[in-house]
């Protein structure tokens, strides 16, 4: 039997091997992480997006021997629902990670269906013919995770979201002993995380907060409310120390800040003093000057609390004069607009509202080049296969790896779908699957899909213009004049002067013989293009009575 | 007669004062610049944006005394002719100013209408009771200029699109002298450009670029092709010396690229030496390695040349293997996703992708921090309204004047339509204008509002469902089976399987004696939305015959 290890990076948003990968060897599968996507500007009505994985599940279903997740993030654990709907395998991870699966289990109806098995990091577990060695990464959530896998193909070093952070929130740094370990055994394929690949230096250590979150609530005057995501764990721990410090009570505000906070606190990943955690209510009715809120809506998201207060639609509470808000974070690609208007919004209401370019309220949880070289030097892999990014950052990461010498046949950069093989401590291109991802729209998933996508962005255009006719079948003539309804199109102003002239139009048309619904239909879309210089999709319903 | 002056933001879409400003002093009004601007993600289907000076100038038509333009690009000029149909006043700008206004005629079936008066830095004009000195400032676009524009209520300095580069492409550096000579003479006012008010430090000269179009063109192996604004006339300087540095042809490409140049080469902005500058066939018939290509799509417009290159749909010629491309620009702030798609699809298609991660081959038209402190020095105005930018950026702009000792009661932030009122060398606040903008759609203009805009996006969310009814008034039962028409609300293969059971449904609401169409709508909403868990919109058109 040949000694061959297939990598799948299965698909995802772009961002290649992110949301979910698969390692083969024969026939066993071992699946690391199964995330969501938030969809993209362009994608409309859809709620979120996971991996295309019916297809491959539907092949492998009794192959999958165990799904190791790295960390508890929703872009890695989001999905796993989903998966565990379609698959029965045994799934391990660290304890947060494990407890954050858990509370997404909950959330889709699936309470204590999962067979999850909490590891630590330094343990070994064989899954199958998978020796996967868990490593303690830094990132911007506790208890993240590497792996070392090891099949009769070799040593695979995954490494997932990770930095090398000196001083980390938690204190446990990135396992720099276990990654030159590797190194020594020899490593015949690394993957790692290339989010930051443009960005030069080294990402600093999430301990700069702890000063800038000092200097607001030295000088803000009343009330502080700070806004991250909510799986940012070590930014819950930072403000909690800095309210405690600063003699303020905490609350966190929104389900899922209170849940995550809970279950944080529970498994000893955020450490709140007695007396220091207060209710929402609680915290209302104290003095600004006394209290700090947490919640979502750093990223601008309208539904956010954040996006409620800058809209003034916020149900338990608005905001005050002299409330200071803290965005601590940093706007994702494609939300730079939604952000700004936030933030625009939050001023003219009278806040003050720090972000990360007036102070280091934030870093990113992500490696920048120095650190991806540092791991490069570290680990010094045979073939080097960089993931978790879009295709221009791969690239970067590529050309980075060639800089430091590996040969440029073994870096592959590959897409979602793009099946790799090590053999011989050789890389190559496997066969190509889709590798594809799936909207989840309302209940349901998959149903939605370009065609609809590109319809909805017809329909988002122009609007529609619907007509509706009743013929009489012996004289041919209307029975009545032509019903117009029309949505998105022009002003209503607009549409009483439109509508009368389309419904001559209309009978004009009808009495010099075209009945013929798509024939009308074409008249009256060029009539509506000349009139406004404006498309629409016109639809027209005919009977004849 | 009381000696004030108002300064009136016009309108524009977030950033104050951009596109459009009016002073008025006494039954006198000077207009300062008139742009357009690009929508917003969220802006459905519009075309571009224009301040809403529809009101302001009915009422004040006969008191514009002239309209001065800073500068030539589309945010300061666009809407040149919008306004000149609906006022008559002399135009005043520099000579390349006014020869891409006379371009915007054009396009707009307005040629020879305009009265353009051509001015240079240095000069004096009085334009009623304001007597505007025209000065030379450095911007990403060659001939721009800032005004002092003295009236009996004082000098007030606008200080539009600025940096101060001391080495400029075109080797005319921003008038320090002049603004050290206002400051002798008393600047009771100063309104100064805040695009780049986050952004710390100084903003690199436009000579940096050199040196990395020297890296780009001595390693490139075939064609290369670079992306930038088509009013980017110093860019266009730049990518030609390189061009003859190396021994390469070079061609625009493009209407815009092409009549900018044009223009720009007649009135001796762009200097191409003979034999440099060849068609795009010659150039298509070219060796690789002896051409550079230069066109417009640095914002992965898909509409553009490089849009066009990156989906494959560009007619006149396709990419090649070895092709460099060069991204000359940054993403505006709501462009990121749609730039690194295309950057994606570029590399997809086997091109090397330079971009402003790689290596210095765009730098920032606006003055940053350390400019705008510089400014301040040189001015010491009496009063400041920081302008040009979204709110946030107003308040960093008003945080720094602030910090370098101006008083803050003489500090003002002015939003869009925010009337000021400057006498006896004191601000104040005055009236609030409206201050919008319209969207142009089509050949309409401000026919498409925000009610418009709100039913694209719910259209946009779920689609359509489109249910029409044919009921004997006889016996109040169908006539026939309803036609049912959906888009963009699921896949044909779902709609297969709704659409009879809607019929069924439909045909026992009607048997049950529910016939009004209202009432029918509202039962196959909840209908579908228990069905889908999916929100679409119902339209039931019903006749009686």
Redesign the interface.
């Known amino acids: 039997m040949s000694k061959k290890l297939k990598i799948v990076p299965l698909g995802g948003l772009?961002e290649v091997g992110k949301n979910m990968m698969a390692y083969e060897y024969g026939e066993n599968v071992l699946i690391v992480d199964i995330g969501i996507m938030f969809p993209?500007?362009d994608m409309?009505?859809i709620d979120y997006i996971i991996p295309d994985f019916t297809d491959y599940i539907a092949a492998k279903r009794d192959a999958v021997r165990g799904i190791v997740i790295t960390h508890g993030h929703e872009d890695h654990v989001g999905a796993i629902s989903h998966l565990l709907q379609e698959v029965n395998a045994p799934v391990y991870g660290t304890t947060l990670t494990m407890g954050l699966a858990e509370v997404k289990m909950k959330r889709n109806k699936m309470a204590g269906q999962g067979n999850f098995n909490v590891v630590q990091a330094g343990d070994t577990v064989n899954i199958g013919p998978f020796k996967v060695e868990f490593f303690h990464v830094c990132h911007s959530i506790p208890d993240a995770v590497g792996l070392g896998i090891t099949s009769p193909a070799g040593l695979v070093v995954h490494m997932s979201d990770y930095k090398f952070d000196h001083t980390p929130v938690d204190g446990w740094q990135t396992d720099y002993a276990k990654l030159a370990s590797f190194s020594e055994r020899g490593v015949d394929l690394l993957l790692a995380d290339s989010t930051n690949a443009?960005?030069p230096g080294w990402t600093p250590s999430e301990r700069v907060i702890d000063p800038a979150f000092d200097t607001v609530f030295e000088n803000a005057p009343a009330r502080i409310i700070v806004a991250s995501f909510a799986s940012q764990i070590s930014r819950m721990q930072q403000v909690v120390d800095a309210a405690v410090k600063h003699g303020r009570k905490i609350a966190f505000v929104g389900m899922s800040m209170v849940d995550n906070s809970k279950l944080a606190i529970k498994l000893g990943y955020l450490e709140v003093p007695t007396n220091t955690l207060v209710s929402l209510d609680q915290a209302l009715g104290m003095k600004g000057k006394d209290v700090v809120l947490m919640g979502t809506g750093s990223q601008g998201e309208p539904s956010s609390i954040m996006g409620r207060l800058a809209t003034g639609t916020n149900r338990h509470f608005g905001l005050k004069d002299n409330d200071t808000i803290v965005l601590s974070s940093h706007p994702i690609?494609?939300n730079?607009?939604s952000v700004?208007?936030t933030?625009?919004s939050l001023?003219?209401r009278g806040a003050t509202?720090i972000?990360d370019?007036?102070l280091p309220i934030h870093v990113s949880g992500h490696a920048s080049q120095e650190e991806m070289k540092l791991l490069l030097s570290l680990v010094k892999p045979k073939n080097f296969v960089p993931m978790h990014g879009?295709?221009?950052m791969l690239?970067?990461h590529a050309m980075m790896a060639e800089g430091m010498g590996i040969d440029p046949d073994s870096i592959f950069i590959a897409?979602n779908g793009q099946v790799i093989e090590l053999e011989n401590s050789k890389i190559s291109l496997g066969e190509r699957l889709p590798g594809g991802y799936v909207f989840v729209?309302?209940?349901?998933i998959g149903?939605?899909?370009h065609?609809?996508?590109q319809?909805?962005?017809?329909?988002?255009?122009?609007?529609?213009f619907?007509i509706?006719l009743?013929i009489d079948k012996f004289t041919g003539k209307l029975?009545?004049d032509p019903?117009i309804?029309t949505?998105?199109?022009?002003?209503?102003?607009?549409a009483d002067e439109l509508i009368p002239l389309v419904q001559k139009k209309v009978i004009d048309i009808i009495e010099g013989g075209i009945d013929n619904p798509k024939r009308v239909m074409n008249v009256i879309r060029s009539f509506l293009y000349n009139e406004?210089?404006?498309?629409t999709?016109v639809?027209v319903?005919s009977?004849k009575?």
């Open positions: 772009g993209e500007n409309l009505g443009t960005r690609p494609g730079e607009e700004n208007k933030i625009n001023l003219r509202v972000d370019t007036i879009e295709l221009h690239h970067r897409e729209d309302g209940d349901s149903n939605t899909d065609k609809v996508m319809e909805r962005e017809r329909l988002s255009q122009g609007g529609i619907l509706d009743n029975m009545h019903e309804i949505r998105g199109f022009v002003t209503p102003e607009e406004t210089k404006r498309k999709m639809f319903t009977s009575v």
